[in-house]
């Protein structure tokens, strides 16, 4: 395991939490904390006994702010801009399409490149007080690192239109309302919340799991008789495992099944 600087690692007996930490900025994704982030989720992604993971921000004001505007002041040129884009897609890509659950720990401000990271996550749950919104319009320039594209497959068109041209800011409540969020919750349960949760996706079987993440998000951009067929493929693969055995003849013999990711 690495000594991340901006990142914090906490471990349970199956899971894990990353909480993401540049207190002075709002916990602000420089170039560093991206690529730090890059290396935790490899880290993750190698660690047989973790199968659920929860993303979150230190402190109680901000999940992330966004991608550091100072940095941001500095990129020379489009050519660049465009590259710092894509290694931001890429890694929130790869939280997305990670083989294990990935919650999301909205602890305050999602905002710009925050809101982005909190949508490459399966499940987001919001402190009662936390703010999303993609406010990049406000300094001359868009979303980079998915917030387009991801908030509109969230949210609908016009109201991503709405939020990215605006860059007005909605509650927990209002994007619970609008399904960005899951879950909102008092700030000082979040986090307990979080655990519990992750704990008990942590006793689901992995591979139906990653089955579902697949098919649900590669579903969701095809048109409905492929998402069917890619469907019927995977609930096949879901029966080549160990697993399956296990889960249906525990509900039969009424156990608790234990599933071994196998
Ligand atoms: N980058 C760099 N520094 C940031 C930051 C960011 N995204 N967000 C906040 N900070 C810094 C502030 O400059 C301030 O620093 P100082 O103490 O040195 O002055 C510190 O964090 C605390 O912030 P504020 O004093 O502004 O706190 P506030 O409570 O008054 O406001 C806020 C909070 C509404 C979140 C405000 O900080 C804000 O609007 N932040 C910027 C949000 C933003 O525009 N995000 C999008 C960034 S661009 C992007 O993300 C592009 C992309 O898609 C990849």
């Keep these: 395991m690495s000594n991340w600087k901006h990142i914090q690692l906490e471990q349970g007996d199956d899971w894990c939490m990353l909480t993401l930490s540049r207190p002075k900025v709002l916990n602000a994704l420089s170039k560093e904390l991206l690529e ?11 660690q047989e006994a973790v199968r659920a993971l929860i993303i979150t921000g230190a402190g109680e004001k901000a999940f992330v702010a966004g991608a550091d505007i100072s940095e941001l002041r500095q990129v020379p040129s489009a050519v660049e801009a465009e590259r710092l884009a894509i ?10 399409e990670l083989a294990k659950p990935v919650i999301m720990a909205v602890n305050g401000y999602a905002l710009g490149g925050g809101c982005e990271l909190a949508m490459s996550g399966d499940i987001l749950l919001a402190a ?35 939020l990215c041209m605006t860059g007005d800011m909605i509650s927990a409540e209002e994007a619970l309302r609008m399904g960005l969020v899951q879950k909102v919750v008092p700030a000082a349960d979040l986090l307990e919340e979080a655990k519990k949760l992750a ?10 799991l ?22 019927a493929s995977y609930f096949g693969l879901s029966f080549n495992t160990e697993d399956r055995i296990e889960g249906m003849d525990a509900f039969l013999a009424k ?3 234990q599933f071994k990711g196998k």
Excluded: C
């Design 128 to 162: 009662d007080h936390a703010r999303f919104g993609q406010p990049e319009v406000n300094l001359g320039v868009i979303p980079g690192y998915g917030g387009t594209q991801r908030l509109s497959r969230a949210i609908g068109k016009h109201t991503a239109k709405y």
């Design 199 to 208: 704990k008990r996706l942590a006793q689901k079987a992995p591979v139906a």
């Design 255 to 257: 156990k608790s099944p």
């Design 210 to 231: 990653h089955l579902t993440k697949k098919a649900i998000n590669y579903g969701a951009e095809a048109d409905l008789k492929t998402g069917l067929q890619m469907e």
């Design 36 to 46: 730090e982030l890059s290396e935790a989720i490899d880290w993750v992604e190698n």
């Design 87 to 96: 290694l931001g897609q890429s890694i929130f890509t790869r939280i997305e």
